[in-house]
């Protein structure tokens, strides 16, 4: 039977940083994935999927090595702007004191990189095209079952599994659910005037409509709608859909044509009760889903990864157990508020920023103009956008 030290499960973004993360930190790591980890010899092309990752999210993405690789697909965020019908509030990286908020990074080159990444350390080993199906906790170690039978043993099991994690439903935990009844559409546009690196979300009545800049004339879309609009959209031929992009751009980035066609998501928010069981550990989507405003979904997943890496490090290179009670309480304890209180802050801030009563438009726009006008305010707007401890 193979031994690893820590098992996890999932080949996303999360379960391959946290790989080469604990890799570097000279422990034995078994990854597992449902889908393919191969190696593909070139970075894909940019899709309209897209990941901005505010600075410390950055600092941890950079720890991987992969960032000298990926910098030309990314785009500086220099500034965050908020447009709600005639108002608008706009951040700039320099009142922050940094050089950029953030980076938009295109998820494929992102994902590729990372395998790329983690097959160039002996101690990661990988197990794709076979999902985990089963587990249970032994006298010192967690006894893991796959798909095909194989059976592996481990001192740490991280699930990083996605929104439907098998591991959380394995360990039996259960989760609260938020419907959002909004779905998201993606795509790569181009357009005739320089984004200038400001990143801008429009609040619409169906949901929020954001513009990311990627690299040259060219943003990435998120357009938030309710499911029935959104379904209505897709079913637009091309020219069409860019006259409606061009109608909710306000013209801002001038005239658009579409670079990749557009793709659609459903958008769900999930928050699992308890962050770990015995042996196991969960983080990211394994843990909490969100909607896409403000961009905080797999920020919030680095913050998780940063935590349980410098837990379990520390556990090894004091000779101590790997998967220890007492680590994980420590774990739930750094990472249970952050995750609460932004799976609760989202859905709150998705839901006020949705709404079509002229009222509470008055009511948003007033609160931007306060924001606006203090400093104290809008420094903690900037902590919160960009994920700051205790913000
Ligand atoms: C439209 C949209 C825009 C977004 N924009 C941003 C943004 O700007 N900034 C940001 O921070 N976040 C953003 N997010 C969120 C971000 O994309 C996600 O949080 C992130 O991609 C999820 O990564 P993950 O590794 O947690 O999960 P996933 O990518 O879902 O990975 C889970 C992996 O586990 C595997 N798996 C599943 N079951 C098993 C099993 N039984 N055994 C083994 N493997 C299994 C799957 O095959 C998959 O590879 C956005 C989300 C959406 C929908």
Redo the contacts with the bound molecule.
């Keep these: 039977m193979t031994k690893t030290e820590i098992a996890i499960?999932?080949?996303?973004?999360?379960?391959l940083i946290t790989a080469i993360l604990l890799a570097q930190k000279d422990m034995d790591v078994t990854l597992?994935?449902?889908?393919s980890l191969a190696l593909s010899k070139e970075l894909p092309e940019m899709s309209g999927?897209?990941?901005?990752?505010m600075w410390e999210?950055l600092e941890v993405v950079k720890q991987t090595g992969i960032w000298p690789e990926i910098e030309e697909f990314c785009a500086p965020l220099n500034t965050l702007r908020i447009m709600d019908g005639s108002e608008s509030l706009s951040f700039d990286a320099e009142e922050a004191k940094l050089p950029y908020f953030g980076q938009n990074v295109p998820?494929g080159i992102l994902r590729a990189a990372l395998i790329k990444k983690a097959h160039s350390f002996k101690n990661i080993h990988f197990i794709d095209c076979c999902?985990?199906w089963d587990f249970e906790e032994k006298d010192g170690y967690m006894l893991l079952r796959l798909e095909d039978d194989r059976e592996l043993t481990a001192q740490l099991l991280i699930a990083?599994?996605?929104?439907?994690?098998?591991a959380r439903q394995i360990a039996g935990i259960r989760t609260i659910k938020t419907g959002y009844g909004q779905t998201?559409i993606?795509c790569l546009i181009n357009h005739s005037r320089s984004h200038e690196n400001i990143s801008t979300e429009f609040h619409k009545p169906g949901g929020p409509f954001t513009l990311?800049p990627c690299p040259g004339n060219r943003s990435a879309v998120?357009w938030c709608e309710k499911d029935s609009v959104a379904e209505e959209l897709m079913a637009l031929k091309k020219s069409d859909f860019e006259q409606a992009l061009q109608e909710k751009t306000q013209g801002i980035v001038g005239a658009i044509t579409l670079e990749t066609p557009p793709e659609s998501?459903k958008?769900k928010g999930m928050l699992a009760r308890k962050l770990v069981g015995h042996r196991l550990a969960l983080i990211?989507?394994?843990a909490h889903?969100i909607h896409?405003i403000g961009?905080?979904?797999?920020?919030l997943?680095l913050r998780d990864i940063k935590a349980l890496v410098a837990l379990v490090a520390r556990q090894k290179s004091l000779g101590l157990d790997l998967g220890s009670l007492t680590m994980l309480k420590e774990y739930k304890a750094l990472r249970r508020g952050d995750t609460l209180t932004r799976f609760a802050g989202v859905a709150g801030f998705c839901a006020i920023t949705s709404k079509k009563s002229k009222g509470i438009q008055r009511l948003r726009q007033t609160g931007m103009k306060v924001v606006n006008k203090s400093d104290f305010l809008r420094r903690q707007a900037m902590r919160i956008g960009l994920g700051m401890q205790g913000s």
């Design positions: 499960s999932g080949g996303g973004h999360a379960g597992i994935e449902q889908g999927r897209s990941v901005a990752l999210s998820n999902g985990l990083a599994d996605g929104k439907n994690s098998m998201a993606t990311v998120v998501w958008l990211a989507e394994a889903a896409p961009a905080q979904g797999l920020n997943s």
